[in-house]
C-alpha cells in the first residue's frame, strides 16, 4: 500500500497532534513527525500543511530569534485547532477501529 496517500489524509491531524504538548518551528515539526514513525513525509506537504492550519484559524505563529541563523516562525496550537484536534481524534480513533475489525474479521490482521 502507498502510505503517502494515507499521509495526505491525516496530514493535519498528525500535526495538531505534535504540537498539542509543544510548539514547533517547521524543521523541529517535519522532524518530530518523522521520528514518530512518519518517514515518509515530505518537507513541502508539512509546510504547506502549516499554512493551510494557519489560514484556516487553527494555529498561532511568533517568531524567536536565532543566534546561529535566521529567525524562527513558531506555530502554536490555539483554542480552535485543540478543538480541531479533539475533532478529528475522535473521528480517526473510529475509523481506525472499523479498518482493524474489517481486518480481524478476515484474518488479516498482523
Do not use: C
Not at 64 to 81: C, D, F, T
Not at 82 to 107: E, N, P, V
Amino acid at each position: 500500500m502507498d502510505t503517502t496517500q494515507l499521509l495526505k489524509g491525516v496530514l493535519d491531524l498528525a500535526v495538531l497532534a505534535v504540537l498539542r504538548d509543544e510548539d514547533g518551528y517547521g524543521y523541529d515539526i517535519l522532524r518530530r513527525l518523522r521520528e514518530a514513525g512518519l518517514e515518509e513525509v515530505g518537507d513541502a506537504s508539512v509546510y504547506g500543511t502549516l499554512r493551510r492550519l494557519f489560514a484556516a484559524g487553527l494555529l498561532t505563529t511568533y517568531v524567536v530569534p536565532s543566534e546561529s541563523g535566521p529567525h524562527r516562525k513558531y506555530y502554536a496550537l490555539n483554542a480552535a485547532g485543540r478543538d480541531q484536534l479533539a475533532r478529528s481524534g475522535k473521528i480517526w480513533r473510529s475509523f481506525a477501529t472499523t479498518m482493524d475489525t474489517l481486518l480481524d474479521d478476515r484474518g488479516m490482521a498482523a
